[in-house]
């Protein structure tokens, strides 16, 4: 379990970002993390991850603090791997296996344990054929799953994700979605994308005003909190409000099936 408590952040120049966040990930939860541009997302994600120590408030592991010191530190991204936005930013070696075999090999596993977790990994992510490929030759989209490849190389217990399938085609994303949809890991994902919330999540949480509202996908219908989010209601909830079929559908099918429903009645 990860948990962010009353998390307070500002940046010089910049005022208070967060203001007393809280976030809770139960383990193998997917949570998707949503709010307008600039809200703080990408804020929290970093907080969550270590990378960024908040002015107030905790972030702890199964009930234990974070300790900002390098063993806590280090302790703490064995289990929690956060993947940044954009992979230009994460991306450093020559090669994809040397890329991705660069935590493991740092957590201290020998060369052949290090590429036989390498290889897990590129195959969970349906990017084998990439292995010994230079970086700097890859599409964006395979640059962001190799560096979510790496990520899941250190078999973490949760993954972050930065606005995975920000830049994606769609058939990138739904490629992206089902190889998540394999992992174990409880998840956070930072998004815009209501839709994609929706339809993925098991549970949003939506930063407004410094702070986080969290609670089932079915809070993307409250039009107060949308609003005040700067986020517009998923199509699937408008479309269900304006037929007045109700309910929560998170997909196109319920939608049909909700339709279908009402017809039959
Ligand atoms: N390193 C930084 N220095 C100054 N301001 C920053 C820095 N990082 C983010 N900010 C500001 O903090 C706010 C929140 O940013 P961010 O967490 O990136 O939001 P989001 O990911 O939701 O778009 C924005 O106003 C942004 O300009
Ligand atoms: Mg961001």
Known sequence: MLTA????????????????????????????????????????????????????????????????????????????????????DQ?????????????????????????ARTREALDLLGIAHLAGRPTHQLSYGERKRVTLAGAVAMRPDVLLLDEPTAGLDPAGVAELLAALAGLGAGMVIATHDVDLALAWADEVAVVVGGR??????????????????????????????????????????????LIAEGARA
Do not use: I, M
């Open 91 to 115: 991306l450093f070696s020559a090669d994809v296996t040397q890329d991705v075999s660069f935590g493991p090999l740092n957590l201290g596993l020998d060369e052949a344990a290090a590429r």
């Open 212 to 257: 986080v509202a969290q609670g089932p996908p079915g809070l993307l219908g409250d039009q107060v909190l949308l609003e005040s989010a700067r986020l517009r209601r998923p199509w699937t909830l408008e479309l269900a409000a304006r037929l007045g079929v109700g309910g929560t559908p998170r997909d196109l099918d319920e939608v049909v099936a």
């Open 5 to 88: 408590h009353d998390v307070v952040v500002g940046y010089p120049g910049a005022g208070p970002v967060l203001t007393g966040a809280s976030l809770t990930l139960a383990p193998g939860r997917r949570v998707a993390l949503l709010g307008a541009n600039g809200s703080g997302k990408t804020t929290l994600l970093q907080c969550l991850a270590g990378a960024l120590r908040p002015t107030s408030g905790a972030v702890a592991l199964d009930g234990e603090p974070l300790a900002h010191t390098r063993a806590g530190l280090r302790a703490h991204r064995r289990r929690v791997q956060l993947v940044l936005q954009d992979p230009d």
